[in-house]
């Protein structure tokens, strides 16, 4: 048969200080839910894998949803009162403006109607001027001029009408006109006859009463504006009303808020990618505030080892070190370094990055190797042994190459070899692979290593 075959030889063994310590997740997480509420399905058992954002947990959450819908329904009210008081305040304003306006051109108008009263009543009280009695008496005398010349026109229509020498509509003519300069006459007459004796005391009292009146008017204009600027506050009254419609709208969409999120409470999802690792509420079961649900982990594993304080300079942040985890060698990288030691036994907590290995589990116990020094000792693949009935063996092939059981004992591992304390010497030649068709007596035809 063939197989591999090595020579043993002398090599460099690490001394190493097994610090020993504990495998964790990375990431570890008790699921619990804020709603109180009756758990209607859990979606997973423990051992399942899940994604970011998978739903796991819901609870009842009939109660809130309705609460949620009220706190929408109060909403939509308060907006409503808000827009009612922003269209009474947008109206208020401009009634008011109106208003304002409308009472100041009354002020002002009144204060041109006594403004012309008092000029009246002095116009009354001074009497007639030196013009104005000239220009009635000119008026006077042109009036009887013309009532004079009508009347020598009279005379001479009338002869000639007697002679039938016109018609009688021109002498009706020629007497109209008679008329008219006549009345005219007695009208600049009596105007002059006016102007000569001056106002009489009816009309003065008539103007000063019109004065009086037309203060009393101002007076009231002005109390008129004095009200519209008054009832111009019920803008700020409006404006109060507002902001309480606007507080309210606001409490209502905390409300709403707040209620939408408690509605949220009533189903857990998953943080990050990960593992279950405890499944604590069944359907039926009843969920109160902070009460956990679910533990998952996610992430890589890390071995919390402990290391003590005079070997801290030998694991810096990023160093590599050899690991052993459930009897199988691996490499860990050093994350990090608890700054709060152990007062009694002087030691921290060191976590060594290990990977996600399918067969790696939180709790599982572990070794991480750090080196101290080296020294000569007998290195073989570890390949070269195995175990059996707590013994271990390796395959020795003798001069004629025939194969012979050995038992021999094992020191630490070396990466991919192992230290042998005892059992094989330096020089012999060892089998180090296919040792499940070697037996003990057979010739092995090897390929010399």
Do not use: C
């Amino acid at each position: 048969m063939h197989a591999s075959v090595t020579k043993v030889e002398l090599g460099r063994v690490r001394v190493n200080f097994e610090a020993s310590g504990t495998v964790r997740a990375s990431l570890h997480s008790a699921l619990a839910s804020k709603a109180v509420g009756t758990v209607t399905a859990v979606n997973v058992r423990e051992g399942d894998t899940v994604l970011p954002g998978q739903l796991l947990v819901t609870i009842d959450d009939r109660e809130l949803a309705a609460s949620s819908t009220s706190s929408s329904a109060a909403l939509q009210a308060a907006r409503a009162s808000v827009d009612r008081a922003q269209t009474s305040v947008e109206v208020e304003t401009r009634t008011s403006q109106s208003r304002i306006a409308q009472a100041e051109a009354h002020v002002r108008q009144a204060v041109a109607i006594h403004a012309a009263a008092i000029a009246h009543r002095d116009q009354v009280q001074q009497g007639a001027r030196k013009q104005e009695l000239a220009q009635a008496h000119l008026a006077a005398q042109e009036a009887e001029s013309n009532l004079l010349l009508a009347s020598k026109e009279l005379d001479r229509a009338k002869r000639l009408a007697a002679d039938e020498a016109i018609s009688r509509r021109e002498l009706d003519i020629a007497q109209n006109r008679y008329d008219v300069a006549k009345s005219h006459r007695d009208s600049a007459t009596q105007a002059e006859e006016m102007a000569i004796e001056g106002s009489r005391s009816q009309e003065i009292r008539g103007a000063q009463e019109d004065v009086v009146r037309a203060k009393a008017a101002i007076d009231l204009a002005r109390a008129a504006l004095s009200q519209a600027k008054a009832d111009a506050l019920l803008t700020q009254i409006r404006m109060k009303d507002l902001a309480v419609a606007n507080a309210q709208r606001e409490q209502a969409t905390a409300s709403l808020n707040a209620a939408q999120i408690g509605l949220s409470y009533t189903k857990v999802f998953a943080p990050y990618a990960g593992r279950v690792v405890h499944r604590l509420a069944d359907p039926g079961s009843m969920s109160t505030i902070g009460s956990p649900l679910l533990d998952i982990e996610g992430g890589d594993y890390l071995l919390e080892a402990s290391v003590p304080e005079t070997m801290l300079a030998q694991v810096p942040k990023g160093k590599k070190l050899s690991v052993l985890l459930n009897s199988k060698s691996t490499t860990g990288k050093v994350l990090d370094i608890v700054p709060q030691g152990d007062a009694t036994s002087h030691s921290y907590i060191v976590k060594l990055s290990v990977g996600n290995p399918s067969w790696l589990r939180s709790g599982m116990y572990g070794k991480a190797l750090i080196p101290i020094t080296t020294s000569a000792g007998i290195l073989i693949p570890a390949s070269a042994t195995w175990e059996r009935e707590g013994l271990h063996y390796a395959y020795v092939l003798d001069d004629k190459s025939i194969a012979r059981l050995r038992i021999v004992t094992l020191g630490k591992p070396q990466g991919p070899s192992i230290e042998i304390l005892s059992g094989l010497s330096q020089g012999e030649r060892i089998v180090t692979d296919h040792i499940d068709t070697v037996a003990d007596g057979k010739r092995v035809e090897a390929d010399q290593r």
